[in-house]
């Protein structure tokens, strides 16, 4: 599967960015509008999320929302032999940088927005180094070495969750050396409580209100909204504030409210380009 995986994203990198973006233009209508791929489940969350949303606009933006999912895998394919990062534009790094500049790293968060494997590595390559817990593909270890090979080369320090503990070494690791933890809040584990999520309890991952008590350190949000075929700009929110009380159980659901409010913020302002294949509210 490796060397399948790297013939394959040779072809895919000299076939011309139009083709590419018509391509994966076809193949996510293709998706949804034949094969009808999860195309029920996303118009259920979109209407928990955009209630006031007419039927046509709401297939109109799962519609987009797969358009630009295929659009993500088609980029991660072709960045193995291009430089994505040069050709990205931020909106607001300063955000970031005075963050960092208290030497203390940073948490920067993420969800299911654009192109997020981006995000992670734009920021690798032009402020600072992104170590990030993710998940393995699949079952095929051609498939994830290959993966983890095109992480690196752009910048990711990426690691799969391994034996309890790991991860949270990697994150203490990397914010002792004023580097950025990469933190997908948009995902929820198994026996994670349910919290309001567009005024729906969902499932909501609270890892990260308790790793904060650990190891705190400022916390900034983004997404990148993508403007073109491996072209997108950064966009990062005001930095997320967590406060102690004393009560670490009661102060963690809080935290995962406040994190739930920035997935909401990040949705809203990009819905057309966000994965709505999620099952957040099972």
Known sequence: ???????????????????????????????????????????????????ELEAGAAVKMARQSMKHMVMTFMEMIWVCTHDMASRMKFSNPEVLIDALTRGKGAYILCTHTGNFEAFAMILSKNIARVTCPVKRVGSSAGLNRFIFDSRAKQGMDAFFRGKKGEGSLAIKKALSENRLAGIMIDQARPGEPRISLFGKPAKTNTSLGAIWEKYPAPIIAGYCERIGFARHIVHLLPEVVFTSTGDLPADILVRARTLNSVVEAIVTRCPEQYWWVHDRWK
């Open 1 to 51: 599967m490796y060397l399948a995986m790297t013939i394959f994203s040779k072809v895919v990198g000299i076939i011309p960015e139009s083709v590419l973006a018509r391509m994966s233009n076809a193949l996510g209508l293709f998706l949804f509008d034949v094969l009808r791929v999860r195309r029920r489940l996303m118009l259920a969350n979109i209407k928990i999320a955009f209630p």
